[in-house]
């Protein structure tokens, strides 16, 4: 292959390629993530329950793993974030991580396509007790946050985009619609596997990352970065994004 991407590529097995390492022989992904998880992360029953949910959505195992919902609750927290809102609920694993990190007086506005995975969720966030501070909008987030735009909806302190990605330009738009300066805008699974970095691709869902990046990047209000992660989905990673 002469293309360099060309060469990424999954071995056999079913684990994620990571790079190799001086460490690798000692432990896999999984042992690391669990570590910490069992160290650090209070994923409690509701929690396990809406995460095991997801086999009743129309996508299972597309929830954020647990460290990274631990992640997205104490970025909220340190934001103070009172607001959050989230495009992609599926079974509301993450959607219940936000809820409670912004406390009895916050609210989550979560946006969902799909009809069976908004009935999963609504049933977890009776389950966690939160759902009185969770509204659920049911059908196309675009029309969903041009709604909100609309009616001039109360800024959101934290977004969560975790949508269709071929959407995210027009989600991040959205998200700029509806923030202030010092909001938070968390983007997840900017690099697939790394595809992220293939010029060639006709992949709608990396080109729709490739754009996000490219928007945030020349945006004068926004300063960011990006984490790669490494789980049951393979090799990804978040954008997280200020708005100044
Ligand atoms: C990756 S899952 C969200 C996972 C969730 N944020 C979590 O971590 O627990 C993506 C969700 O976006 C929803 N979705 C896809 N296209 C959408 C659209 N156009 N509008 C709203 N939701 C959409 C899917 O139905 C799915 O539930």
Known sequence: ???????????????????????????????????????????????????DSGAETTMPNAEVAPN?????????????????????????????????????????????????????ARRNFENAGIADRVDLLLGPAADSARRLIDEGAEPFDVVFIDADK???????????ALTRPGAVIVIDNVV????????????ARVQGVQRVVADIAVHPELEATALQTVGVKGWDGFIIARRM
């Open 192 to 203: 697939r596997d790394g595809s992220v970095v293939r010029t060639d691709t006709d992949d």
């Open 68 to 120: 990274q919902g631990a992640f997205l609750a104490l970025i909220a927290r340190i934001a103070g974030a009172r607001r959050v809102l989230e495009f992609g609920t599926l079974a509301g694993y993450s959607t219940i991580w936000f809820a409670r990190a912004v406390g009895s007086e916050g609210r989550v506005v979560t946006l969902e396509l799909d009809e069976v995975n908004a009935a999963v």
């Open 1 to 51: 292959m002469t293309d360099e991407h060309a060469a990424v590529q999954r071995p056999a097995s079913s684990e994620p390629m990571v790079p190799v390492n001086r460490y690798a022989s000692l432990a896999s992904w999984r042992d690391v993530d669990d570590y910490f998880a069992d160290a650090l992360v209070d994923e409690d029953a509701a929690l396990a329950a809406a995460r």
């Open 166 to 176: 071929p959407s995210n330009p027009a989600y991040l738009a959205a998200a700029l």
